[in-house]
């Protein structure tokens, strides 16, 4: 079993529209989370950066965080055709130890 | 302006000729760290750095060297390449353990 389950989409929704991303996770040890877009043929970049539980908002993007659930979410308001891309989400231990455990990704279409 | 930088970008090559990829960042972080994005795999971690001359196998590391002489660069050595490491890689840098990640543009590497 994955350490980071990711729904897998593909999501198509219209723009304008509200879209919701989901992650959960198995090992509570998970202390960090991010979420990152990637563009075709680009890597992926930081959108959301969150450690606590709760929600964090950034423009029309806001991370969601339940330690207690062990999932994640990342939701888009008025979507717009630029924001589709793959979503990915991340998550990295609070100790010494350096590895970054990646969603598989979820790709979204926003049609005109 | 902030960048990890990927060396080659593309290369096809064949089974068993030894190959370097380079990857170098300019904003003084601490760790880096290898990865493989495969279709419906998702992004996996090869290996990380967590500072000059430590570093440690992710969750993927057979077949692939790495090492970590300097703070900015960090090249994925290839010994005897198999087809089955054809793949797209990312390197990424962050300023430590736990906190976002930059990521080059990739490098997609054909094994024949």
């Known amino acids: 079993q994955k350490e980071v389950e990711q729904d897998p989409g593909p999501l198509s929704v219209p723009e304008g529209a509200i879209v919701s991303l989901n992650c959960t996770y198995s090992n509570s040890a998970f202390q960090y989370f991010m979420w990152y877009r990637q563009y075709s043929r680009k890597g992926p970049e930081l959108l959301m950066y969150?450690?606590?539980?709760g929600n964090k908002e950034d423009g029309r993007f806001t991370a969601q965080v339940d330690k207690s659930s062990k999932y994640i979410s990342l939701f888009i308001r008025d979507s717009q055709p630029s924001d589709s891309a793959t979503y990915l989400c991340?998550?990295?231990?609070?100790?010494?130890?350096?590895?970054?455990?990646f969603g598989d990704g979820t790709t979204l279409t926003v049609k005109p | 302006e902030a960048q990890v930088t990927q060396n080659p970008r593309y290369l096809i090559t064949v089974t068993g000729k030894k190959l370097t990829v380079t990857c170098s960042q300019n904003?003084?972080?601490?760790?880096m760290s290898w990865y493989r994005q495969d279709p419906g795999l998702g992004l996996r971690q090869i290996y990380y750095?967590?500072?000059?001359?430590?570093?440690d196998k992710g969750d993927v590391p057979e077949g692939y060297k790495v090492s970590r002489k300097e703070k900015r660069n960090f090249p994925l050595i290839l010994e005897s390449p198999s087809p089955n490491q054809t793949s797209l890689y990312f390197c990424?840098?962050?300023?430590?353990?736990?906190?976002?990640?930059?990521f080059g543009d990739g490098t997609r590497l054909s094994i024949l």
């Open positions: 750095s967590m500072n000059v001359e430590v570093t």
């Open positions: 991340a998550m990295t231990y609070n100790t010494n130890a350096g590895k970054s455990t």
């Open positions: 904003m003084n972080h601490e760790y």
């Open positions: 990424a840098s962050s300023l430590s353990i736990g906190q976002p990640q930059h």
């Open positions: 969150t450690y606590s539980s």
